[in-house]
């Protein structure tokens, strides 16, 4: 290509990529609220955190994350639905509030079905993480131990109708075990319990596992994924180990209110599917054992309905049920 071509094609590029940052900006609100309904510190305030810095250029007014946490993460939640559907406030979440909890609770004062999907930021693995005092080393001899012993091996959870309490229903349900139930307040005093010995059994999150994997302190037997985990790439996946469809991953989703227009969902889509492209973003999410995804509202849209439609049963098989 003759010098001069090739500068005006480039000065042309340039002016677009100026003008179409411009028109994004232009068309997003001036302030920007994304409501985390959990507390500051977790997997689902980090990531949410990482997007919005790379939001700030696009909302000259700010960008705020607040942390609205409380009953499963509904009482956030319920502050973004009621919020004006003008694109300044969004709800970034885990699958709870968003595609789960309405399956739980009698009463709520928001319908999930009638938020309008942005984007999903990144999807976890949950992993099967056992205490080192369990005389098991893989999937095969966990679910021979829970036949031979069952109703006495006990396991953890982050609270009654949590990510980690519906996983393991499921994968009792799928290999006909039981096992007791200990819910906790979180992650946290859950691996802790876990890594001493009170409990023998969690479905924990690839982030916050891993670690404690590495170190000895738990052995992580299984990734519930369709393929290994790039932060573990030694330990199976259960399709694997012969569960084809013991598949749960913990995501993290962004929703906007009811009625929110259309032109603004694609907006916000588009500045968070340019952020979480960039490697900084891509790296930091792997950091947290999170795969950063981006997806379009109408696959956001799919993959919230099949979430919850797999839970559901989930949760109608084991009787799961929140007052």
């Not at 810095?53 to 994350?65: D, F, M, Q």
């Not at 738990?218 to 259960?238: G, H």
Request: charged share 15%.
């Amino acid at each position: 290509m003759p010098p001069r071509s090739l500068l005006r094609r480039l000065a042309a590029l340039t002016a677009c990529g100026v003008i179409c940052g411009s028109a994004l900006a232009q068309s997003l609100p001036a302030a920007l609220r994304i409501v985390v309904p959990f507390p500051a510190g977790g997997t689902a305030d980090i990531l949410p955190r990482l997007v919005a810095e790379k939001l700030r250029p696009n909302h000259p007014a700010g960008v705020v994350v607040e942390n609205r946490s409380g009953a499963g993460g509904n009482i956030g939640a319920d502050v973004v639905y009621r919020a004006d559907p003008d694109g300044g406030t969004l709800l970034a979440s885990p699958p709870g509030p968003i595609a789960i909890n309405h399956h739980l609770y009698p009463r709520l004062g928001f319908d999930p079905t009638r938020w309008v999907p942005v984007t999903v930021l990144a999807t976890v693995p949950n992993v099967l993480a056992v205490s080192p005092k369990l005389p098991v080393t893989s999937v095969a001899e966990l679910i021979a131990y829970l036949k031979a012993h069952p109703g006495k091996v006990s396991y953890a959870s982050q609270g009654n109708g949590s990510t980690s309490h519906l996983t393991a229903n499921l994968f009792m349900n799928l290999t006909g075990t039981q096992m007791v139930h200990v819910p906790y307040k979180g992650t946290a005093p859950a691996l802790v319990d876990l890594i001493g010995g009170q409990v023998d059994v969690f479905f924990d999150n690839l982030s916050s596992s891993a670690t404690h994997h590495r170190a000895g302190k738990l052995r992580i037997l299984a990734v519930a994924d369709e393929a290994r985990s790039q932060a573990l790439p030694e330990v199976p996946t259960f399709v694997e180990s012969g569960l084809k469809d013991m598949q749960a991953v913990t995501w993290f989703a962004v929703v906007a209110p009811p009625g929110t227009p259309e032109p603004l969902v694609r907006a916000h889509h588009q500045a968070m599917s340019a952020a979480l492209a960039q490697a900084d973003v891509k790296q930091k999410f792997a950091e947290q054992g999170a795969d950063a995804r981006g997806w379009s509202p109408e696959q956001a849209a799919r993959f919230i309905r099949t979430e919850s439609d797999k839970w559901h049963q989930v949760i109608k098989t084991a009787n799961v049920k929140m007052e």
